[in-house]
C-alpha cells in the first residue's frame, strides 16, 4: 500500500511505484492483533507506538533524574528503602553511589534527548500527522515506517539491557567524549555498559534515518491536489526540516561512533593519543585526536536540538492559531525562519568547543554564526505573541502548553545569547548555567510542545478527550515547576558551581546552595509525580475518556478533521479531499473558520 | 526516468503530484545517498584532519606497488588499484547500459548487463580482498603500520587504521551493492518488473551503484594519490 491514491491523474500511472492495486478507505483485509497493534503499518498506530515508547523512557529517564536529584539535594542523607529497591550497586547504604550517579546523569541524558525528545516527539507526530495533514492514505512506505519503529524499539531494549550489566550503564555523560568512552579500563562504565549503548545509538541513527527519509518523501510527492508547499500547515513544514536535520546529522554521529568502536575494540587510535589511565601508561596509542570526535559529535549534537525542537515550534504555531481563532501572523516569516534555522543548525556546532583550545579567531566566527540564531528566533517568538494579540483565545490544556512553550523559549532563548559569546563561555561553561539553558530552552520547552500535541490530537488519535481538570493541574504544576526547577540553577551556574559533581557539600564556595539544592530536589520530585498524573489521565482517557461527537472538535483548518472520528487504515472514507486554500482562514469574512477542503467563494476577500 | 507528462493547469509544487516526477522511492534513494554522502565526508575529513596533524605519512607508491602472482619486490606503484577502479568504474558503464534496457523494456538486456555488473562488482571485492591479504602480511592490520615514512622514520598506525575502516566501509557498501543487483536480477528473472510494466527498481539501484563509485573516487583519492 503506498501513494496509489494520490496519483490519482491516469497520466500518473507510469510513476506508479508498486502496482497492486488496493483501495483504500473502504478498508476490508483482515486484521489480526499482530498487525493491528504490533507490525502494524498504519501510521497512526506507529505514531502511538512511538508516543508510549516515548512515555516509558520519559517515565525511567524522568525517575532516574529524581534519584540523583535525591544525591544532589540530600548528600547526607540515607534512605535504606533505596538499597532494597535498586541493590547495592546503585545504592549502598541507601545513598546513590558515585558510579550509579554517573551511570544515571548520562543515562537520563541520552534516553531524554533521543529515545523521548527525538523518538517521541518527532516519532510520534511527524508519523501521526504528516499524512493527515498532507492528506495522504499512509506514509509514503509504510514498511519502512513500521521498521523505524521497530529499529527503535530494539535500540530502547538494549539501552534498557546495558541498565542491568554487571558494571552498569555508560557513565561518561550522554556526550560520550573519548578517551573516557574509547577504554574499558577508564571506569566501569565504559566496558559493556558502553559497548550496549553503542549498539543502542548505532540502531537508533538507522530507525531515524528510516524514518526521515519516508518523512521528506511523504511531504514532497504525497500531497493531495491544491496542497502546495504554501499551504502546509506549519506543523508539517516544522517536521519537514527536522526530517532533513536527522538525515543529514546522524550519520556523521553514525561515522563518529564507527570510529570509537574500533578505538574501542580493535586497537586503533583515532581518538586515543598519550594517555595514562590511573597511572599506567602511556598507552600505545599514539596519534589521534579526542577533540575529533567532539567535532563529529557536536556535528550531529547541536542540529539534534533543533531535531527537537522544531517539531514543538511546528505543533505550537498550528495550536497557538487555532485556539486563537486568528491566522498565524506571518505564515511565510515561520516558513523563512524555520528554513534560516535549519541551515544555521549546521553552522554552529564548535560553540560547544569553546573552551577545547579552539582557535579564538575560529571561536568567534561560530559566535557570530550562533548569535544569528537570534534573529529566526525573535521572528517565530515575536509571530507567536502577535498570532495571541487580540485574539479569542480559548484556554485548553493544549493551548496553555502552547503558551508555556513560548515563555519557556523566551526564558532559554535569552540565555543562549549569553552562552553563545565564547567570552562569556570561559565563566560559564559546564557550570549549572548550561544545564538551566538548555533544559529550559531544548528539554522542558519541548517537552511542552509534546504535551500540547498529546492534549491537541489526543481526541483525533483516540476518539476520546483528555481529562481538561487534570489537564489543567498538569499544566500549572508542571510550568510553575519547571522554572523553579531550573531558575534557581542559573545563580548556581553563575557563582561557578560545576555540573557533574557528585557532592556539592564538600566544597566551600558551593555550601551555600545546600538549601537550593534541596527546594530544587524537592520541586523535582513534585513535578515528576505530576507527570505520573498525566500518565493516569492519559491511559484512563484511552478507554474511559469523554468521547469525541464531531468531526472537528477544535474547529480546526486542517484536513485531519475532515476524517471520520475514527479514521482506519487510509484515514479518507472515499476520495481523498481536495485543498482550495492555507490553513489558516480563521476569523475571515465574519466566519470563525474556514477548513482548507471549502472552495474560495466567489465574495471571498483576498489576503 | 519516469515519464509523467505534466497535465495542462496543474502546478509543478500544486499538490496532487510529485513535484520531481519521480515516485516516492527515487525521491528516498536520493535522499539516501545524500545522507551517506555525510558519512563517507565525516570519515574523509576526519582522516585529512589526522594526517594534517600529524608529522610524516608512508608513500603510497610504496606501500601500494604488489600485484598478484608478480615475484616479491616487484615495483608496480598503483597498477593494481587502477585496475580496480578501472574494473568498478566499467560496472558502472554496464549498469547504465541495464537501466537504459531497463527504460526500453528489454529484459534480456536488463539480464545480460545486471549479471556483467554483479560480475564486476564480485571482481572489485576480490581485488580489495586480496590487497588486504596482502597487506596484512607484510604486517599491516588495525593499529599495525609496518610501512615508514618518507623520510624514513616509523610512521603513526593511523595510516592503516583509516585505509582499513574507510576502504572497508566502501567495500562493504560494493557487497550490499552487489547483493541488491542479485535481488534485482532475481525480480527481473522471475518477471516482476514485466508485471509491473516498469523497471524502476533497477534504476534506484544503479543510483546506489553510481554513489559507491563515486565515493571510490574520492577514497582513492585520498588513500592511493595525495
Redesign the interface.
Known amino acids: 500500500m503506498?501513494?496509489e491514491a494520490?496519483?490519482?491523474?491516469p497520466?500518473?500511472a507510469?510513476?506508479?511505484?508498486?502496482?497492486h492495486g488496493d483501495h483504500h478507505g473502504e478498508h476490508h483485509h483482515h486484521e489480526t492483533f499482530i498487525t493491528k497493534y504490533v507490525f502494524s503499518q498504519d501510521h497512526k498506530m506507529i505514531a502511538k507506538q512511538f508516543l508510549i515508547t516515548g512515555m516509558v523512557w520519559a517515565v525511567l529517564g524522568g525517575l532516574m533524574s529524581v534519584l540523583f536529584r535525591l544525591q544532589i539535594g540530600y548528600p547526607d542523607a540515607n534512605f535504606p528503602w533505596l538499597q532494597d529497591l535498586l541493590g547495592k550497586w546503585w545504592a549502598e547504604g541507601g545513598k546513590i553511589t558515585p558510579q550509579a550517579y554517573y551511570a544515571l546523569v548520562t543515562t537520563h541524558g541520552t534516553v531524554l534527548v533521543f529515545f523521548v525528545l527525538t523518538a517521541g516527539l518527532s516519532g510520534t507526530f511527524a508519523n501521526f500527522l504528516i499524512p493527515l495533514q498532507?492528506?495522504a492514505r499512509d506514509m509514503?512506505?509504510p514498511f519502512?515506517n513500521m521498521l523505524s519503529y521497530w529499529f527503535f524499539f530494539t535500540a530502547s531494549v538494549v539501552m534498557l539491557s546495558s541498565i542491568f550489566v554487571e558494571n552498569g550503564p555508560f557513565s561518561g555523560g550522554w556526550t560520550a567524549y573519548p578517551p573516557l568512552s574509547a577504554l574499558g579500563d577508564a571506569s566501569p562504565g565504559s566496558k559493556t555498559g558502553m559497548d550496549l549503548w553503542l549498539i543502542s545509538m548505532a540502531l537508533f541513527v538507522v530507525s531515524s534515518?528510516l524514518g526521515?527519509?519516508?518523512y521528506?518523501?511523504?511531504v514532497?510527492?504525497?500531497?493531495?491536489?491544491?496542497?502546495?508547499?504554501t499551504?502546509l500547515p506549519l506543523t508539517i513544514w516544522a517536521l519537514f526540516f527536522t526530517a532533513v536535520l536527522g538525515?543529514?546529522?546522524?550519520?556523521?554521529l553514525?561515522?563518529?561512533f564507527?570510529?570509537l568502536i574500533?578505538d574501542r575494540n580493535?586497537?586503533?587510535?583515532?581518538y586515543l593519543s598519550d594517555i595514562f589511565v590511573n597511572g599506567v601508561g602511556a598507552l600505545?596509542n599514539?596519534?589521534?585526536?579526542a577533540i575529533?570526535y567532539q567535532?563529529?559529535f557536536w556535528?550531529l549534537g547541536h542540529p539534534e536540538v533543533y531535531i527537537i525542537l522544531l517539531p514543538a515550534m511546528g505543533m505550537v504555531s498550528e495550536i497557538l492559531s487555532v485556539n486563537s481563532r486568528k491566522p498565524i501572523f506571518g505564515y511565510m516569516a515561520m516558513i523563512g525562519s524555520l528554513f534560516a534555522i535549519a541551515i544555521l543548525a549546521f553552522l554552529v556546532w564548535a560553540h560547544h568547543m569553546f573552551v577545547t583550545g579552539l582557535n579564538p579567531f575560529l571561536g568567534s566566527i561560530f559566535v557570530l554564526l550562533t548569535l544569528l540564531i537570534a534573529v529566526p528566533s525573535a521572528i517565530k517568538v515575536f509571530n507567536w505573541i502577535t498570532t495571541l494579540w487580540r485574539g479569542n483565545i480559548r484556554f485548553t490544556p493544549a493551548m496553555l502548553f502552547a503558551i508555556g512553550f513560548v515563555s519557556l523559549f523566551i526564558s532559554g532563548g535569552l540565555t543562549g545569547i549569553w552562552l553563545g559569546n565564547s567570552a562569556l563561555d570561559i565563566h560559564l561553561h559546564d557550570t549549572y548555567f548550561v544545564i538551566a539553558h538548555f533544559h529550559i530552552v531544548m528539554g522542558v520547552a519541548s517537552m511542552f510542545g509534546m504535551f500540547a500535541g498529546i492534549y491537541h490530537w489526543f481526541p483525533k488519535m483516540y476518539g476520546r478527550y483528555l481529562n481538561n481538570n487534570l489537564g489543567y493541574i498538569h499544566f500549572w504544576i508542571t510550568i510553575a515547576g519547571a522554572y523553579m526547577i531550573f531558575w534557581p540553577m542559573h545563580y548556581e551556574g553563575l557563582a561557578g558551581m560545576p555540573r557533574r559533581y557528585y557532592d556539592y557539600s564538600v566544597w566551600e564556595s558551593f555550601k551555600q546552595f545546600a538549601d537550593l539544592n534541596r527546594f530544587i530536589s524537592t520541586v523535582a520530585m513534585i513535578v515528576f509525580s505530576v507527570q505520573i498524573l498525566f500518565l493516569v489521565n492519559f491511559f484512563y482517557s484511552i478507554f474511559k475518556g469523554r468521547k469525541v461527537t464531531t468531526q472537528n472538535p477544535w474547529g480546526a483548518n486542517t484536513l485531519e478533521w475532515t476524517t471520520p472520528i475514527h479514521p482506519g487504515h487510509g484515514n479518507w472514507v472515499g476520495e481523498i479531499p481536495?485543498?482550495y486554500r492555507w490553513a489558516y482562514d480563521y476569523g475571515k469574512d465574519g466566519k470563525e473558520f474556514i477548513p482548507q477542503t471549502k472552495p474560495i467563494g466567489d465574495d471571498e476577500s483576498h489576503h | 526516468m519516469a515519464t509523467t507528462a505534466t497535465a495542462p493547469g496543474t502546478k509543478l509544487w500544486g499538490g496532487g503530484k510529485s513535484p520531481f516526477n519521480v515516485e516516492y522511492g527515487k525521491l528516498m534513494m536520493w535522499y539516501f545517498l545524500m545522507s551517506d554522502a555525510f558519512t563517507f565526508g565525516a570519515f574523509l575529513i576526519s582522516y585529512g584532519t589526522i594526517r594534517f596533524s600529524t608529522n610524516g605519512w608512508p608513500d603510497p607508491n610504496e606501500v601500494f606497488r604488489s600485484f598478484p602472482f608478480a615475484p616479491e619486490g616487484v615495483h608496480a606503484p598503483l597498477v593494481f588499484v587502477s585496475i580496480m577502479t578501472f574494473i568498478l568504474i566499467i560496472s558502472s558503464v554496464t549498469m547504465v547500459l541495464a537501466v537504459h534496457a531497463g527504460h526500453n523494456m528489454d529484459k534480456k538486456g536488463v539480464v545480460k548487463n545486471l549479471i556483467l555488473t554483479i560480475i564486476g562488482g564480485l571482481a572489485f571485492l576480490s581485488c580489495q580482498a586480496w590487497e588486504w591479504t596482502h597487506l596484512h602480511h607484510e604486517g599491516a592490520w588495525w593499529g599495525a603500520n609496518p610501512f615508514l615514512n618518507h623520510d624514513g622514520t616509523a610512521s603513526s598506525t593511523n595510516f592503516t587504521n583509516y585505509f582499513f575502516t574507510i576502504t572497508g566501509f566502501h567495500g562493504f557498501h560494493v557487497f550490499s551493492g552487489v547483493i541488491i543487483n542479485i535481488v534485482m536480477l532475481i525480480m527481473t528473472l522471475t518477471d516482476q518488473f514485466e508485471k509491473r510494466g516498469h523497471y524502476l527498481m533497477i534504476e534506484k539501484a544503479g543510483l546506489y551503484w553510481h554513489f559507491v563509485d563515486l565515493v571510490w573516487v574520492f577514497v582513492f583519492t585520498c588513500f592511493y594519490l595525495i
Do not use: C, Y
Open positions: 503506498s501513494n494520490v496519483f490519482q491523474a497520466a500518473a507510469g510513476t506508479h511505484h508498486d502496482a498532507v492528506g509514503a512506505s519502512m534515518l526521515g527519509l519516508n521528506i518523501a511523504t514532497l510527492n504525497m500531497r493531495t491536489k491544491g496542497m502546495s508547499m499551504r538525515v543529514l546529522s546522524f550519520p556523521v553514525f561515522s563518529g564507527i570510529l574500533f580493535f586497537g586503533t587510535s583515532f600505545p599514539e596519534g589521534g585526536s575529533l567535532h563529529l556535528f481536495e485543498v
